[in-house]
């Protein structure tokens, strides 16, 4: 079946540790997206993709970074940088297209030992 | 993205036909209404969008009213597995190649009952 992989489903973070959340489509989707949710708020972007090997921040992307060297791939590193990580990461895909909705992962949740 | 107003939470007896509305008043004319749900700890997930003429899909249906300021979810026969919080969300549509963001308003949490 075709879908959106996040993994690990749950994450622990050191104190000046950076950790790589993973996030795998096989959609053959060309938009992939990065979101943090926070309890009781809605959905923050921190960065999306609409192609391979380009990116863009979103409204919260300090203190992260991604790659996108394969379309069915694209990963998010939560730096040290940082400070409040813990959260729960959504990433999103979508094909190009009018009015296409994005669909998402079942999401990592990242917590600070 | 136009604002919408979602009643906070509603119950449905399992079986039965789950109606959830969603008000968006404000909607322009290139915005499409996109529904999503959340299981708790779970990512949401896409149920249906529209942007004038009523839809069905295999999860539910979506009427529009003709003034298009608000909208009807329809779950014909809600399970419990259909407890979720529902995301009512209205974007321009031209947003999707670039860089678009979802947001999620409150939500309406609709408890099934056995």
């Known amino acids: 079946d075709g879908g959106i992989t996040q993994s690990p489903k749950y994450l622990f973070r050191k104190e000046g540790q950076n950790v790589t959340l993973s996030c795998e489509q096989n959609?053959?989707?060309?938009?992939m997206y990065w979101y943090r949710q926070d309890p009781g708020q809605g959905l923050r972007l921190i960065y999306y993709?609409?192609?391979?090997?380009?990116?863009q921040k979103g409204d919260i992307a300090e203190g992260y970074s991604v790659s996108r060297e394969k379309k069915e791939s694209f990963p998010l590193t939560v730096t040290s940088a940082q400070k409040n990580p813990t959260a729960f990461y959504l990433c999103?895909?979508?094909?190009?297209?009018?009015?296409?909705?994005?669909?998402f992962g079942d999401g990592t949740r990242l917590s600070i030992l | 993205d136009a604002k919408t107003t979602q009643p906070t939470s509603m119950d449905c007896a399992e079986g039965r036909a789950a109606n959830l509305p969603c008000n968006h008043s404000?909607?322009?004319?290139?915005?499409?209404v996109y529904w999503y749900r959340q299981i708790h700890s779970q990512g949401p997930q896409y149920i249906i969008h529209?942007?004038?003429n009523n839809e069905t899909n295999e999860m539910a249906s979506l009427i529009i009213t003709e003034d298009r300021k608000s909208s009807t979810l329809i779950l014909p026969h809600a399970t419990l597995r259909d407890t979720a919080v529902y995301y009512c969300?209205?974007?321009?549509?031209?947003?999707?190649?670039?860089?678009?963001?979802?947001?999620f308003g409150e939500g309406t949490q609709l408890t099934v009952n056995p």
């Open positions: 969300i209205v974007r321009p549509f031209l947003q999707e190649t670039s860089g678009s963001r979802l947001t």
């Open positions: 959609l053959n989707h060309d938009a």
């Open positions: 529209g942007l004038k």
């Open positions: 999103a895909s979508t094909q190009a297209g009018v009015g296409q909705p994005q669909h």
């Open positions: 404000t909607i322009s004319g290139n915005e499409y």
């Open positions: 993709s609409q192609i391979v090997n380009d990116f």
